[in-house]
C-alpha cells in the first residue's frame, strides 16, 4: 500500500475527509454570495491544499475501495470522468463538478470506514502496512496454508500457483522435508505451522455402498487433524462427481473440475479474507 511516510493514515484521511468537507461548505456559500473577501480567501487556499493532498491520498483511497472513476454514459458510449479532478480542479457550479465533490468526499469516508475495519481485524497497523495474521509468527511473514489433497493433479498445481499469487505459502507435506519423522507425524508437525487448511477433495475411492465417488482415505484423516486445530479456519473444496462423507457433508464447500477452478478461488480468496490472513484479492484470476 503505498503511504504518507511517517504519518498515522487513520488520522491522516480523518483529517483530509474533514478539509473536503469544509470546502464543500465554502463551495455552497460562495455561489449563494455569503463569504467575505477573506473568507475566498481560505477557500483558495484550502482547494490548493487539497489539490496536493489528492495526490497523495487518491492512490491509497482507490485501493481501500476499489473507486476512481464515475461511469456515465453519452448515448451508446461509455465515459469514465475523473471525480477527483472534476471535484478540485475548478470552482465550478455546474451539476458535475458539485456531484464529483460528493463522490470524493463519499469514497474517503468509505476508505476510512475500510481502514479502521482492518486496523481492528489487525490486518494492517494505524500507518497502513499490511500485517500478516500469523499464528506466533512475526509481523509481515506470509500466511501459511495447508493443503489437503489425494495427490497431484491439475488442480492441486493450480491452487497452489493461486495461493502464492495472492503473497500465501502453500505447505503440501510432500514436498517438505521430513527430517527422519514419520508419515503421520510429518503431517503434524507442518499442520502446526499452518493458519488454516484447504480440502482439495479430488475423486478417489468408490463408496462400496453407494458406487459414488469419494475423496481418498487420507483426506478425510487430515480433515480431522485440522479441524483440532483450525476448527474455524476451514475450506473445503470438492471436485464435481465426488461426495462428502455425512460427517463432511454438512460443510460449506465449493464445486470445482480440474480444468475450472474459478467458482473455487473465489471461494479461498473470500474465506482467507475472512480468516484476517489477506486484506484484499486482486490476481488474473478473481476480484474479491
Known amino acids: 500500500m503505498s503511504l504518507v511516510r511517517g504519518k498515522n493514515l487513520l488520522e491522516e484521511l480523518t483529517l483530509f475527509f474533514e478539509e473536503l468537507k469544509s470546502y464543500q461548505w465554502y ?12 473568507q475566498i480567501k481560505d477557500m483558495e487556499d484550502l482547494r490548493d491544499m487539497l489539490v496536493r493532498k489528492a495526490g497523495a491520498f487518491k492512490s491509497i483511497i482507490v485501493e481501500l475501495t476499489g473507486k476512481e472513476y464515475l461511469t456515465r454514459f453519452k448515448g451508446e458510449q461509455e465515459q469514465k ?37 482492518d486496523i481492528e481485524m489487525g490486518v494492517c497497523d494505524k500507518q497502513g502496512n499490511l500485517v500478516a495474521k500469523v499464528r506466533g509468527g512475526e ?19 493450480d491452487l497452489e500457483d493461486f ?4 503473497g500465501v505459502t502453500p505447505i503440501i507435506v510432500e514436498d517438505q522435508p521430513s527430517e527422519g519423522r514419520s508419515k503421520d507425524k510429518n503431517v503434524e508437525y507442518y499442520l502446526k ?15 462400496g455402498r453407494t458406487g459414488e465417488f469419494i ?26 462427481e465426488a461426495k462428502f462423507p455425512t460427517a463432511i457433508d454438512e460443510k460449506v464447500w465449493e464445486r470445482f473440475t480440474q480444468e475450472n477452478m474459478d467458482k473455487a478461488f473465489i471461494k479461498v480468496a473470500k474465506e482467507l479474507k475472512a480468516f484476517g490472513l489477506i486484506r484484499a484479492v486482486r490476481s488474473r484470476k478473481t476480484n474479491v
Open 27 to 38: 463551495r455552497v456559500n460562495y455561489w449563494s454570495k455569503r463569504l467575505s473577501k477573506s
Open 81 to 117: 470522468l475523473d471525480m477527483w479532478f472534476l471535484g478540485l480542479s475548478q470552482l465550478s457550479s455546474s451539476r458535475t463538478h458539485v456531484e464529483a465533490l460528493s463522490f470524493c468526499i463519499d469514497v474517503t469516508n468509505q476508505a476510512i470506514g475500510k481502514l479502521g475495519s
Open 139 to 157: 509481523r509481515g511473514t506470509p500466511p501459511k496454508v495447508f493443503i489437503a489433497h489425494g495427490g497431484r493433479t491439475a488442480a492441486r498445481d
Open 163 to 166: 495461493l502464492v499469487a495472492l
Open 193 to 207: 505451522q499452518c493458519d488454516c487448511a484447504v480440502i482439495l477433495a479430488t475423486r478417489g475411492d468408490v463408496d
Open 215 to 240: 475423496p481418498r482415505g487420507n483426506i478425510l484423516i487430515e480433515v480431522g487433524r485440522s479441524l483440532e486445530l483450525f476448527p474455524d479456519r476451514m475450506i473445503y473444496l470438492l471436485e464435481e
